[in-house]
C-alpha cells in the first residue's frame, strides 16, 4: 500500500504550501493573548508522510474493513474485506476538497463503536472533463477496542488531526494528539448581499456556504444588508477585536462597502488589519476569480467558483492586500480593492446594470452593445513607474513595456451579548428577516440544538449522512466540549455608525453629519502631488485618444478575465493596461476573448500597452464619459490614485500550485 500510497501522493504534491497564518494563529482576545507561548512548529513533513495509519469498520455498509492512512495532503482509503482493492475507486480525498469533520456516536445503547465523519466536495466528471463539485460525507466506525471511551478516543484522535491540517496548525512530533492542539473556533462576521448576482444570494447563502462553514467548526454571525452602505455603517460600529474576520457574501461591492469602512474609523489603522473575505454570489466576482486562481484551482464560475472559494475559506490563511487611494476631481477619497477604468471597460460594467437579471451574462451582452457602438476618449495618463519590473510572465503572457508607445513623454518638473460555547455553530446569533431552518439535531453537551441545513440545493441531509437502512442512526458527538467552568466569549452587540473611542485616543470625535464619500482618514498619499499642480520628475505621461483605460491591482477583472495574469495580491503595483484608438472591432473582441486565458499579451496587438506603476494621474480630456472604481461609478473628471502596499489582509486560504498564483 505505501508504494501506491507514493504514487498517488507525487500527482497532488504542492510544495512551499504554508499559510501566512492560519485559523487560531491569530489571536484578537485578552484570553487568548493570555496563553502560554507555544513552542515552534516542527519543521513541515513530506507531502507522502503517513502520519496515522489504522483499520475502521464502513458506515452505514456492514462487514466492510478498511484501511485509513492520513498524509499532510490526503486521506487515503483502502478496501481490506470482503476483497481487497489495488487501486480503489473513490480511495484518495485531497484535503484541499476537504471542508471539515466530526465525531459521531449510535443512539444504540449497545453499540460500542465511535465514528467520525469527514465532508468532501469532489470535482465530478463530464464528457472527461473536470466537472462542478458534489458533496460527499464519508463516514467511519473506530470499533478496535471493547469500550466506547476507548474508540472515542481514537475517533477523536483522527478528527483532531484531519483539522489540524486542514487549518494549517502542526502537529506534534510525538504523535500525541489531543483536543488542546484545536484552538477556538474562528469567529466570522458573514454580510449578505440578498439581492447580490440574480437575487440569488441568500439561496447560494443557505444552500452552500452556511453547510460547509458549518461542517468546517466556525463560529459565525450573519446580516443581510438592506440597503447601499449598510454594511460600510455596519463596520463602523464594530467591536473588531471580538471577529477573526469579515466575510462578504456577495459580489466584488459589498467588499468595497466593507474596506472603505474600515478605513473611516478612527482607529482605521488597525480596523483595516482585519481579515476581509470575500464568497461570490454577485454578478462581478473579480476578486473571487483571482482567490480561485491563488487557490490553485482550475477557472470556475456560478456555483462552482462559490464551493471553491468556501473550500479555501474554511481552510484559513491569509496574505496582504493592496489598497489602491484614489483621489476624485472633487477632493474626495475612496479605496480600491481592484480596479478604476475608463472608456470601454466602464461603459460596459455601467450600462450593462440594466441586465443585472442576467447575473454574469450581463457584461457579455453589454460588451456585445459597446462593441456595436464602440467610442475614444481623448486623454492623458501619468503614471510613476515601479522601481522594480513585476516578476516574469510566462512566455504565452509577454507584456508590450511602455516604451515601445512613440508619444511617451517626460511629465514637466514640479444586540444585547450572546454567549458563544466552543462549538456554536449558529446560523445567525442576529434576527434575520427570511425564517431559518429548525433545529432537529442535538449534540450531547451542547449548548443549543444543531440546526438541519439544506445543502447543496437539496433537502435535510445530515440525518441522511449517519444513517441508513438497517443502522442505529448517528448523533453529533462533540469534539471539543465545553468545560463547566470555561469562560464564555462575550460578543458585544452590532451597531451602525462610528464606534465610541476612549477618552485618552487624543482623536478627534467624528463629525456624523459629514459627506459620507469624503474619506479624511487613512495613510497619507505621499507620492502624489494635487490634482491640477504639475507632477515631480520621474513620471511618464500619454496623451492622445484611447478606447479604454484600466489600472487593475489584482490579477482578474471579472471571474473569468484574467486581464493582469501576473499580477499578486501584494505586489506593491498598479498595472495599466490601455487600448489606444484605431483598434478595430474585431481585434478588440479578439483581446477580450484572449483575456478568459491572460494570453491577451501574447497577441501582438499594436493598440494595446501596458506598464508597472506605483501611482497614476487620469485626466479625461473628452467633456462627457464613465469613470468607474471597483465597478462602482464615480464622479467623472480627473483623479490620480497610489498604491498602499499590503494595507489590508486577504482571506485566501492555502496557495495552489506555484506559478498559478495571482
Known amino acids: 500500500m505505501n508504494g501506491h500510497l507514493e504514487a498517488e501522493e507525487q500527482r497532488d504534491q504542492r510544495p512551499d504550501q ?87 456516536r449510535s443512539r444504540s445503547p449497545s453499540d460500542s463503536a465511535a465514528y467520525f465523519c469527514v465532508y468532501t466536495y469532489p470535482q465530478g466528471r463530464r464528457g472527461g472533463r473536470l466537472g ?81 462553514i458549518s461542517e468546517a467548526g466556525l463560529s459565525f454571525n450573519l446580516i443581510q444588508t438592506e440597503r447601499q452602505n449598510h454594511a460600510r455603517e455596519l463596520v463602523q460600529g464594530l467591536s473588531l477585536s471580538e471577529w477573526d474576520g469579515i466575510v462578504t457574501v456577495s459580489g466584488d461591492g459589498l467588499l468595497f462597502e466593507v474596506l472603505n469602512g474600515l478605513l473611516d474609523r478612527p482607529d482605521w489603522e488597525e480596523a483595516v488589519k482585519t481579515p476581509v473575505g470575500i464568497l461570490p454570489c454577485g454578478s462581478g466576482n473579480a476578486l473571487a476569480g483571482a482567490v480561485n486562481q491563488h487557490g490553485g484551482f482550475e477557472p470556475a464560475l456560478g456555483v462552482d467558483l462559490l464551493l471553491n472559494c468556501s473550500l479555501l475559506l474554511c481552510r484559513g490563511g491569509s496574505r496582504p492586500l493592496d489598497l489602491l487611494s484614489v483621489t476624485l476631481a472633487s477632493g474626495s477619497r475612496c479605496f480600491s480593492f481592484l480596479s478604476v477604468a475608463w472608456g470601454f471597460v466602464s461603459d460596459v460594467d455601467i450600462q450593462s446594470e440594466r441586465f443585472r437579471a442576467l447575473g454574469s451574462a450581463r457584461f457579455t451582452l453589454g460588451t456585445v452593445l459597446g462593441l456595436a457602438t464602440l467610442h475614444t476618449y481623448r486623454g492623458r495618463l501619468s503614471y510613476l513607474p515601479a522601481a522594480v519590473e513585476p516578476a516574469s510572465p ?53 449548548p443549543e440544538p444543531l440546526p438541519i441545513l439544506s445543502l447543496n440545493g437539496g433537502g435535510p441531509e445530515l440525518a441522511g449522512d449517519w444513517g441508513g437502512a438497517g443502522d442505529a442512526p448517528l448523533s453529533p458527538d462533540p469534539l471539543l466540549p465545553s468545560p463547566p467552568s470555561s469562560p464564555k466569549a462575550l460578543l458585544s452587540p452590532i451597531t451602525e455608525g462610528v464606534p465610541e473611542m476612549p477618552t485618552t485616543s487624543g482623536l478627534p470625535p467624528p463629525t456624523l453629519d459629514a459627506p459620507e464619500a469624503i474619506s479624511t482618514r487613512g495613510p497619507p498619499d505621499h507620492l502624489l502631488p494635487p490634482l491640477g499642480t504639475p507632477l515631480p520628475p520621474g513620471w511618464v505621461t500619454l496623451e492622445g485618444d484611447f478606447v479604454l483605460m484600466l489600472a487593475i491591482s489584482p490579477s482578474h477583472l471579472g471571474a473569468d478575465l484574467v486581464a493582469a495574469p501576473h499580477a499578486r495580491f501584494d505586489d506593491g503595483l498598479v498595472h495599466l493596461c490601455w487600448v ?80 498559478r498564483e495571482p
Request: hydrophobic content about 40%; proline content about 15%; glycine content about 10%.
Open 132 to 212: 462542478g463539485r458534489r458533496r460527499a460525507a464519508r463516514t467511519f466506525r473506530a470499533d478496535g477496542a471493547a469500550t466506547y471511551e476507548e474508540n472515542r478516543a481514537e475517533a477523536q484522535r483522527w478528527a483532531i488531526a484531519l483539522m489540524c491540517l486542514l487549518r494549517g496548525l502542526p502537529l506534534p512530533g510525538d504523535g500525541e494528539i489531543t483536543p488542546e492542539l484545536l484552538p477556538r473556533p474562528p469567529r466570522l462576521l458573514l454580510l449578505v448581499n440578498p439581492f447580490g448576482g440574480r437575487g440569488l444570494a441568500w439561496q447560494w447563502c443557505k444552500n452552500h456556504v452556511l453547510p460547509m
Open 580 to 659: 489606444r484608438g484605431g483598434i478595430s472591432r474585431a481585434a478588440l473582441l479578439r483581446l477580450f476573448l484572449a483575456m478568459e486565458r491572460g494570453s491577451h499579451f501574447s497577441l501582438g496587438c499594436p493598440q494595446l500597452g501596458y506598464a508597472a506603476a506605483r501611482a497614476f494621474r487620469l485626466e479625461p480630456l473628452t467633456p462627457r464619459g464613465v469613470l468607474t472604481v471597483d465597478g462602482e461609478q464615480v464622479e467623472y473628471g480627473p483623479l490620480q490614485a497610489q498604491v498602499h502596499p499590503g494595507l489590508g489582509t486577504l482571506l485566501t486560504g492555502p496557495p495552489g500550485r506555484p506559478g
Open 394 to 446: 510566462t512566455p504565452a503572457h509577454g507584456l508590450p513595456r511602455a516604451k515601445s508607445e512613440l508619444t511617451l513623454a517626460p511629465a514637466p518638473a514640479p444586540a444585547p451579548p450572546v454567549a458563544h460555547s466552543p462549538l456554536h455553530r449558529s446560523v445567525s446569533d442576529l434576527p434575520l428577516p427570511l425564517p431559518l431552518p429548525k433545529p432537529a439535531l442535538t449534540s450531547p453537551g451542547s
Open 18 to 104: 504554508e499559510l501566512t497564518w492560519s485559523w487560531g494563529h491569530r489571536p484578537r482576545s485578552a484570553l487568548d493573548r493570555a496563553e502560554p507561548m507555544a513552542p515552534p512548529p516542527p519543521p513541515p513533513l513530506a507531502a507522502s508522510t503517513p502520519l496515522l495509519h489504522g483499520e475502521f469498520g464502513s458506515y452505514p455498509a456492514r462487514g466492510s474493513r478498511l484501511a485509513l492512512t492520513l498524509t499532510p495532503q490526503a486521506l487515503h482509503i483502502q478496501r481490506l474485506r470482503p476483497k481487497p482493492e489495488a487501486r480503489p475507486r473513490g480511495g484518495l480525498v485531497p484535503l484541499a476538497e476537504v471542508s471539515g469533520c466530526c465525531t459521531l
